[in-house]
Each structure stands twice: as structure tokens, then as C-alpha cells.
């Protein structure tokens, strides 16, 4: 059973504009979740987080919004550019403050977004 | 800025054979996390050091697969007996941590494997 799901496989949108990637997850113990970018051929590069405390980042042209009640967050870019043509993958974990023990990250399957010019 | 190093980029090998990949990570960082990931998949997460501690394994695909972080820097993930099945991108990625928060993990570039 997938933890964290994107369910868009793709999304275009129009340069200029504002991409909107969409995540879910199922694990109420998640607390941590974290957007990476990947290009072809490239390891995923981190893009921005948010802590479960939170329930808005923002960082230059990136925006993350968090909703715990619906387990739903979502990354927002704008203006959209063209180098923004990647795939996306939607990220979680489960931190253990005391103990200092954590798992891995449990990730989506991504959503490639297409920038049209 | 030294990001996180995974040599070899690609590996190519007959299956029953063993490889071994390494991985440097940034080097301030005291945790290290090894990930598989195959077409179509996010990432699946295998296992991870704190400094030379191995605190999971248990997420580790088989006992054909181990890891090692000798002195707290470099590390290597090996599998023996080498299977189609594992083919795939080898993913290794750091970060730090300390009582004050979350700190987002960087990834190398990875290394494919090609299983004959």
C-alpha cells in the first residue's frame, strides 16, 4: 500500500503561470515532508520542506501548503518557467525527536510537469 | 560546495555476480541513507548510518544486501549473488542532524545497474 501518493502522472502548464503539484498520504505519523525536482539522468534535488507544525513554506517561487486534516500538501510554482520541466516527487518521513532515530523517506511516484512555452 | 559523490555511475554485471557501490557524502553531514529506485517508482528507502552506526536495516531487500560505513564518512552497499530484479538506480543521500529539527537529505547522481 502506497503511504504517499501522486495521483497526476503529469501536468502541463503554460510559461508564466502557476504549476500546482498535488500530494496525499495515508500516515497519520508523518511530520516532515519535502518536495525534490528531478531531471533525467540526475539524483532528485531538494526543492523545499515543511515541518507538521507548519502549514505554509515559501521559498522565492515555491510555496508548500499543508492541510494535516485531509493528509493533503501541494507545491506551488510561480511564475512556472520553462527549467521547471521536471519530475516532481512529494516525500515524508516520521522523526524521532527524543530518541534521535528516524526512518528513511517514503516518497511518491512523481509527477512530470511539462512547462509549455 | 561538494555535493554527494556515488561512484561507479553505471554498473554492468552478469547475474550471481557481486557489486559494490560507494558513496561520499557532504561532508559535514553525520547521516548517510541508501535508496533503490526503479522505472516508474519514487525512491524506496534501504537503510541508514548515523556517523558509523547502522540504526535500519530492516528495510534492507534481502541478505544479499548489506551495508558499511566504516569510519563514519564513506560508504559502500554490496549485493551478492546479483539478480535481474536488481536492476535498478542505486540512490545514496545525506544530511545532518541535531535535537533542533529536520534537516532535508541531498542526493547523488546514483548508480545504474544492469543485471545480464
Known amino acids: 500500500d502506497q503511504q504517499v501518493k501522486q495521483n497526476s502522472p503529469s501536468l502541463s502548464v503554460q510559461e508564466g503561470r502557476i504549476s500546482i503539484l498535488n500530494c496525499d498520504y495515508t500516515?497519520?505519523?508523518?511530520?516532515?515532508f519535502l518536495w525534490y525536482k528531478k531531471y533525467p539522468a540526475e539524483g532528485p534535488t531538494f526543492l523545499i520542506s515543511i515541518s507538521s507544525i507548519k502549514d505554509k513554506n515559501e521559498d522565492g517561487r515555491f510555496t508548500v501548503f499543508l492541510n494535516k486534516s485531509a493528509k493533503h500538501l501541494s507545491l506551488h510554482i510561480v511564475p512556472s518557467q520553462p527549467g521547471d520541466s521536471a519530475v516532481y516527487f512529494c516525500a515524508a518521513s516520521v522523526t524521532w525527536r527524543a530518541g534521535g532515530g528516524a526512518d528513511g523517506l517514503t516518497f511518491g511516484k512523481g509527477t512530470h510537469l511539462i512547462i509549455q512555452p | 560546495d561538494t555535493g554527494v559523490s556515488q561512484d561507479p555511475r553505471h554498473k554492468i554485471t552478469k547475474r550471481g555476480q557481486n557489486v559494490t557501490f560507494r558513496c561520499d557524502p557532504i561532508?559535514?553531514?553525520?547521516?548517510l541513507y541508501w535508496y533503490r529506485q526503479t522505472l516508474g517508482q519514487g525512491p524506496e528507502f534501504l537503510t541508514y548510518f548515523q556517523n558509523e552506526a547502522q540504526l535500519e536495516k530492516s528495510r534492507l531487500l534481502s541478505d544479499r544486501f548489506s551495508a558499511e560505513r566504516p569510519k563514519g564518512s564513506f560508504s559502500t552497499l554490496e549485493i551478492q549473488r546479483t539478480e535481474q530484479g536488481d536492476s535498478a538506480m542505486y540512490l545514496c543521500?545525506?544530511?545532518?542532524?541535531?535535537?533542533?529539527?529536520?534537516?532535508?537529505?541531498?542526493f547523488g547522481d546514483g548508480t545504474r545497474l544492469s543485471i545480464l
Open positions: 500516515n497519520s505519523m508523518f511530520d516532515y
Open positions: 561532508s559535514e553531514h553525520n547521516r
Open positions: 543521500a545525506s544530511s545532518s542532524w541535531d535535537r533542533g529539527g529536520n534537516q532535508p537529505q541531498h
